[in-house]
């Protein structure tokens, strides 16, 4: 059996999650090809990821974002907690996660969020959050404060974080930094010419910042991030981005194809083919990318640990072949 991911919610559903996107013009999803298809999710260790997640009072993108990849990752306990509420406060015009006036922050969510990783048994696990522009540091301290919990509960296990970018919040990088996350994941989402239409709460060249600013605080941290294709964007244009990650020292590249949630989003252009997309791997790998994982499905933190356990090996080839 198959669905169709991310599929489109009803209109009423829709308003509810996204009130700003109410008066949009509608584009209805396209039909999707073959090679987008993903099973249903009907494990019974699927089940007892949700359980987990259920137990614990948390929250996942997996869910919020319906995510494409649900089924098979949750079948592996491998599920992505989302901290800090449900609801974001920017209405990017790709993203399925509701937007409003959150509420205040759950302060036993970080021990909760450690509980559920140890329960899990992960090696590796990747956190991420809804941007919290009404918090003064915009949840840089409740990043750290789940870091710190997941490494007392269960030293063994790798962290990567896809934060917010924090735009305006002084310091709030430090905070995060100083936290040690093995991975700091930033996606720019997209080319910088689509950022009115796409990301319009954002800023592309404070996102290359944000970036760059990782490696110079802690050059031994590993950077990440993603672009999703499909929006409208050149290929020149993906080259370019490439070129300037590299310029800001990102290790890690992840594309992946935007799939349209909603009829109110923004409108899907077109389906990138998986050639394409294995050209776009291969000139990551030339323009001197640690790694990157291109493919439709492709997710930030889709086959994280392995992509963790990769990248690790990849510096530590590249730092013996300097010597």
Request: glycine share 4%; hydrophobic share 40%.
């Amino acid at each position: 059996m198959t669905i169709e991911s991310s599929q489109a919610a009803a209109p009423s559903a829709a308003a509810l999650r996204h009130p700003e996107k109410r008066n949009r013009p509608e584009s209805a999803p396209m039909r999707k090809p073959d090679w987008i298809r993903v099973k249903a999710p009907v494990s019974k260790e699927y089940q007892k990821t949700r359980d987990i997640v259920r137990e614990n009072n948390l929250v996942t993108v997996c869910e919020e974002a319906s995510c494409p990849n649900i089924g098979e990752c949750w079948a592996q306990r491998h599920a992505t907690m989302m901290i800090m509420g449900a609801i974001c406060t920017r209405a990017c015009a790709f993203c399925n996660v509701a937007t409003g006036r959150p509420g205040a922050l759950d302060v036993m969510e970080p021990a909760n969020v450690a509980n559920a990783v140890a329960q899990l048994g992960l090696k590796h696990v990747v956190i991420t959050s809804v941007d919290r522009d009404d918090l003064p540091d915009g949840g840089a301290q409740h990043f750290a404060r789940t870091i710190n919990h997941i490494r007392d509960k269960s030293p063994e296990t790798t962290i990567e974080i896809l934060t917010p970018d924090f735009l305006k919040k002084d310091r709030a990088l430090e905070v995060v930094v100083r936290a040690r996350p093995d991975v700091f994941n930033h996606n720019l989402e997209t080319v910088p010419r689509l950022y009115p239409t796409v990301r319009p709460g954002a800023r592309y060249y404070h996102s290359l910042r944000l970036l760059d600013q990782v490696k110079q605080l802690d050059p031994s941290i590993f950077t990440k991030s993603g672009l999703m294709v499909g929006l409208g964007e050149e290929r020149d244009e993906v080259l370019q981005v490439m070129d300037d990650m590299r310029a800001a020292e990102v290790d890690f590249l992840t594309i992946g194809q935007y799939l349209q949630p909603t009829p109110k989003h923004h409108p899907l252009d077109r389906f990138v083919t998986p050639d394409e997309f294995k050209a776009f791997a291969q000139s990551a790998e030339g323009k001197g990318f640690l790694l990157a994982s291109s493919t439709p499905l492709t997710r930030s933190s889709y086959h994280a640990d392995a992509d963790f356990v990769a990248l690790r090996d990849a510096r530590e080839a590249k730092l013996a072949a300097r010597k």
